[in-house]
């Protein structure tokens, strides 16, 4: 059973900046695990911000940007903003089965 | 515009099947793999498995192996999610989304509670 971790929760301050990441049980994730990220607001269905790793979608804020880090996905917030304040998700490709990380609270404040 | 419409709230007895529907429009429908995920109550995003359109062909996740299926009918661009032998602990929201766009058009999601 592949298990996705993610932090359970971060704060950061307005205008701060804020690394996410996501971890894979098999080891390190790299380009070729498609790594997806979720922004999800209460009530509201998941928008994806990143895909393949770091390619942004056309309504995706300048502020978000993808990677990989330490054999990890990660996805960095610069000058965050206080509408930044939401669940993240990562979503990995394993070869046919994807698997989401459990999420990640963002708190600006 | 690309759409993904889901069907309306279910609310089903433990042991019942449910099926949910998610009708597409907007872009070829039979050249983008479908996927469903959920969503309980307070909790994280659940994938669950995925339809090619084109061939019908599926995946699923293992803990729902033999519990959900998925169909399509090319004629009206939609997919069909049946999930059996419902238990209480699938009570959720159940999200369509369309690999189109990189998974970046979601449905409304669809309220299936449990509960005898």
């Known amino acids: 059973q592949t298990v996705v971790t993610q932090e359970p929760s971060l704060t950061v301050s307005p205008g701060g900046t804020v690394t996410l990441t996501c971890a894979s049980s098999t080891g390190a994730v790299t380009s070729g695990f498609y790594s997806i990220w979720f922004q999800q607001k209460p009530g509201q269905a998941p928008r994806a911000l990143i895909h393949n790793t770091s390619k942004k979608h056309s309504w995706t804020p300048a502020r978000f940007s993808g990677s990989l880090l330490g054999g990890k996905a990660a996805l960095t917030l610069s000058g965050v903003q206080p509408e930044d304040e939401a669940d993240y998700y990562c979503?990995?490709?394993?070869?046919?089965?994807?698997?989401f990380g459990g999420g990640t609270k963002l708190t600006v404040l | 515009q690309v759409q993904l419409v889901q069907s309306g709230t279910e609310v089903k007895e433990p042991g019942a099947s449910v099926t949910v529907s998610c009708k597409t429009s907007?872009?070829?429908?039979?050249?983008?793999?479908l996927h469903w995920v959920r969503q309980a109550p307070g909790q994280g995003l659940e994938w669950m498995a995925y339809i090619n359109p084109n061939n019908g062909g599926t995946k699923y996740a293992q803990k729902f192996q033999g519990r959900v299926t998925l169909t399509r009918d090319t004629s009206i661009s939609a997919v069909y999610m049946e999930l059996s032998r419902l238990r209480s602990d699938d009570t959720a929201v159940y999200y369509c989304?369309?690999?189109?766009?990189?998974?970046?058009?979601w449905g409304q999601g669809t309220l299936v509670i449990v509960s005898s």
């Open positions: 989304a369309t690999e189109y766009g990189n998974l970046g058009y």
């Open positions: 907007g872009y070829t429908f039979t050249a983008n793999i």
């Open positions: 979503l990995i490709y394993y070869g046919g089965v994807w698997v």
